[in-house]
T-cell receptor, first 113, second 117 residues
Framework: DTGVSQNPRHKITKRGQNVTFRCDPI?????LYWYRQTLGQGPEFLTY????????KSRLLSDRFSAERPKGSFSTLEIQRTEQGDSAMYLC???????????FGEGSRLTVL | AQTVTQSQPEMSVQEAETVTLSCTYD???????LFWYKQPPSRQMILVIR??????QNATENRFSVNFQKAAKSFSLKISDSQLGDAAMYFC??????????????FGTGTRLTIIP
């Protein structure tokens, strides 16, 4: 399968723990996005990478959140000191060209107890 | 900031019938893109159809078509000959022209479509 891959698919953690999600985009795609989707809502933009450069971060992305994309390939999203409000589906999407289609992964669901 | 509103949280339709999902948006830009995405349960979001704002002609993809009313800022999705596989959450989304290459999407809250056999 050559689609966008996200791991883990589900993560249950206790409040205060750190979690990390990984996204493997489609191999030739240089654009990578992270979105967050809470129950009953549409996805909300978190951050954008073009190759390895993080070019935009949403104000939703607090200091506890950090995203990286070393070498412009896979990306990681780390949440430190998780809070119950962080419980959500974290979606990754990638694209290859301006105005081109974005391809989404199946998401990583986080539950913070 | 742009906003996207989907006023129908849930819709249902008989198999083989036609259903229309509504979407309105607010923007001060003249050049933008609009999308409908489908999110089946526990599956990834996939693009159903897209519309460029500068095009007057409504986009069509097989059984899916849109009614794009730019002045009214309305972008509805019509699904003809509904099939069981159409059951999903449908999201309307807006995309601004590129900013540093960032073509982030602004999504509505979604409409859950149920197909009745």
């Amino acid at each position: 399968d050559t689609g966008v891959s996200q791991n883990p698919r589900h993560k249950i953690t206790k409040r205060g723990q750190n979690v990390t999600f990984r996204c493997d985009p489609i191999s030739e795609h240089n654009r990578l996005y992270w979105y967050r989707q809470t129950l009953g809502q549409g996805p909300e933009f978190l951050t954008y990478f073009q190759n390895e450069a993080q070019l935009e971060k949403s104000r939703l992305l607090s200091d506890r959140f950090s995203a990286e994309r070393p070498k412009g390939s896979f990306s990681t999203l780390e949440i430190q000191r998780t809070e119950q409000g962080d419980s959500a589906m974290y979606l990754c999407a990638s694209g290859s060209r301006p105005s081109g289609e974005l391809f989404f992964g199946e998401g990583s669901r986080l539950t913070v107890l | 900031a742009q906003t996207v509103t989907q006023s129908q949280p849930e819709m249902s339709v008989q198999e083989a019938e036609t259903v229309t999902l509504s979407c309105t948006y607010d923007t001060s830009e003249s050049d933008y893109y609009l999308f409908w995405y489908k999110q089946p349960p526990s599956r990834q979001m996939i693009l159903v159809i897209r519309q460029e704002a500068y095009k007057q002609q409504n986009a069509t993809e097989n059984r899916f078509s849109v009614n794009f009313q730019k002045a009214a800022k309305s972008f509805s999705l019509k699904i003809s000959d509904s099939q069981l596989g159409d059951a999903a959450m449908y999201f309307c989304a807006y995309r601004s022209p590129s900013n540093f290459g960032n073509e982030k999407l602004t999504f509505g809250t979604g409409t859950r479509l149920t197909i009745i056999p």
